[in-house]
């Protein structure tokens, strides 16, 4: 399960690379970047947890969602 801290080093890492977007609040993009990016660790957790109980097959099929 991703916890909050790396969704909020996503954010700062979103926002650093992104630096005509900052504002002193937090733009829309960000925000889109952001969840697209907590998406897709939670993907990545969920087909790891998959892996770990022999659910290749489904593990599988869960990253195959993030290449559509």
Not at 9 to 15: E, F, G, K, M, P
Not at 45 to 54: H, I, N, Q, R
């Amino acid at each position: 399960m991703t916890d909050q801290y790396e969704v909020l080093d996503a954010l700062r890492a979103i926002v650093s690379k992104n630096s005509p977007f900052t504002t002193w609040t937090v733009s829309t993009p960000h925000l889109v970047m952001l969840w697209e990016k907590a998406r897709e660790l939670e993907r990545e957790a969920c087909a790891k947890f998959c892996d770990g109980e022999g659910l290749h097959i489904t593990a599988a099929a869960i990253r195959a969602r993030g290449q559509v």
